[in-house]
């Protein structure tokens, strides 16, 4: 093949696999953008705080006997942590959690901490362990538990204590 052939055949190549996804890649992307357009119009940003009374302290007594059973042989009693298992309280939570919502938090422990069948799935165990992390946190316990569902763990965030407070 001669040199111009051969960049003949290459410059075809190159144009037939940029024109000719095109049209797919286009309307794939358009229906995604609206997808996420309306999502987002949906879903307004985080509403509510850590610092708004987000469980209740029964869910966090109970949460107290789940992290006994299934985290405190790694990050402790006073959940400090050691070793590799991190601290779950005081400025390394807030480091590590601080502008993300609760379900990153509740998501983490419910998918990386699966060593326990019973806490693979989103269940109540999960919320009840996250509520006792919070009451650890000196966050304070409200009228409503902690819920399971996704969208409403989305809006709220995890915030360091307000000044206020
Ligand atoms: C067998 C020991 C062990 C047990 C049991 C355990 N953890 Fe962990 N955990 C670790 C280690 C090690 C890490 C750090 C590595 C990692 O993120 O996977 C970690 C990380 C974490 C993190 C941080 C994840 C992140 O993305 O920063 C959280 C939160 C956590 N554990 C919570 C829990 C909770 C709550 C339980 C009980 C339901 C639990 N862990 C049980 C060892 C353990």
């Keep these: 093949m001669t040199r111009t052939a051969w960049l003949t055949k290459t410059t075809l190549i190159v144009v037939a696999l940029i024109v000719l996804p095109g049209p797919g890649i286009a309307s794939a992307r358009n229906p995604a ?53 991190p601290s779950l309280v005081g400025a390394p939570f807030f480091d590590r959690w601080s502008n993300l919502s609760v379900h990153d938090l509740f998501f983490a422990i419910q998918i990386t901490m699966s060593h326990s069948h019973e806490l693979f799935a989103p269940s109540e165990k999960v919320a009840d362990v996250v509520s006792f992390v919070f009451r650890a946190n000196k966050m304070p316990a409200g009228a409503d538990e902690l819920p399971v569902d996704e969208a409403k763990l989305r809006q709220i965030l995890i915030t360091g204590k307000p000044a206020t407070q």
Excluded: F
Aim: glycine content about 8%.
């Design 33 to 85: 953008r609206r997808w996420t357009s309306a999502t987002a119009a949906q879903e307004p940003g985080p509403q509510r705080t850590v610092w708004d009374g987000v469980y209740t302290d029964q869910q966090a007594q109970r949460g107290a006997r789940a992290y006994q059973q299934h985290c405190s042989r790694c990050h402790r009693e006073d959940l400090k942590g050691e070793a590799k298992a």
